[in-house]
């Protein structure tokens, strides 16, 4: 048996932030952060496209290694084609994420904290006094430890909260089905990235393309399997390369679950606090979640050193990691989640005919405050919509 004061289950954006920051915030304890694969940040099931603004909170991306390209427009593509160019300006990045993720663990160790790869977390148990113990399965062979707190950061799978007798469960339409090229020698612009929406294109989510470089991209789609035809993700994202970006070479593949439902009803437990993807911190109307992951990781890093500097680990002195979340993001998520629930009633003429509306303003005043006035002006049902994102 062996003793840690807290122990961050998952190496991805929420646990390294988590780690660095429990380090960072109360140096004297004794930080451990598990990753299941053999290497942090890889594979890669991700389109790795962030914010600006969001990324500047915990690194700086100029000229940053683990930057794949700059990003300064957004080029929507109604169903039928019709592109509308949305910003042009500094919009965002494309990570390279095998090096972003290394990135934060690299920063978490060198502020202290210990990282176990090819280190599973295979199950836990509470303590007679109150501590939880965790079951390791590693190349080494089993181990248990045990932590005053434990945050779990172990992504869309996630086991930990499970285990600590939260309610992550998802309804079927919550959950996005997707599947992901790498592809090269394709031709795009190579400062944008293109969203697609369309019943036929890719039902209840969008297909996407995300530079990695001139030529290169990520180009992928997440789908709602209920809503779908009976093909799968990969099929859907096939049939859209095919019409779309013929030609080009496939040197990567993936597949991944992306859920776009709210927060978790309650993401902290005696001694536990879940954080990203495991909490369900995505942003449900785009999918992302690798910011609002940090973001949640900070603020589990923090509540758990305060707490166990403080002496109290238990779920009322924890309960306020998730009241900071909802009132940093969780209620926007909620909004925005009633806002895509709304707008899935709108089909593929509306969004043709949006199209056409939006493009109809001068680029330079197409901001987003404008196209949403526009929208309302010249399309009258989408107001129900717009009245379900505000009430
Ligand atoms: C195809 C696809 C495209 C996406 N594109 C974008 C995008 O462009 N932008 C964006 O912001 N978001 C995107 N997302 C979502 C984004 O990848 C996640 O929101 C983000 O990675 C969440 O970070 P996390 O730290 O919560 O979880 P993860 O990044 O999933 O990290 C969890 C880690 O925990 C480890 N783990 C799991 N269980 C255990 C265990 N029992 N023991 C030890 N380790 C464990 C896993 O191996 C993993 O490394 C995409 C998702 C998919 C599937």
Redesign the pocket.
Known sequence: MRDTDVLV????????VAAWEAKRHAPELDVVL????RA?GAPV??????GDAGLREFAEPDGAPWVARKITRVIFLAPDDTEVKVAERDVGWILDRTRF?AFLAARATAAGVTLLVG????GMSRDADGRWRVELRGAGGEETWRARIVIG????????GRWAGLDTRVPARDMES???YVIEGIDFDPDAIYLQFGERIAPGGYA?L?PKGPGIANV?L?LVALKADGRNARQYLDGWIARRYPGGAKTGY?????IVHATIKAAYSDGVLV????AH??NPLS???????MKA?RLAGQTAAAAICAGDTGAGRLCAYHAAWMELLGEDHVRYYRLKRALEDVDDAFLNSLARTVNAIPLEKRTLGRIFTHALVKHPQLIPVAARFFL
């Open positions: 289950i998952g190496a991805g954006p929420a646990g390294c598990l990753e299941r694969d942090v099931r991700c389109a790795e496209g962030v993720d280190t599973e977390a295979a950061a172990d992504g869309v799978e996630a086991m930990v997707c599947a992901q996407w995300f992928g997440g993936t597949v991944g679950g992306v954080a990203g993807d495991a911190m995505i999918g992302g979640g690798i910011v609002n992951a990781g």
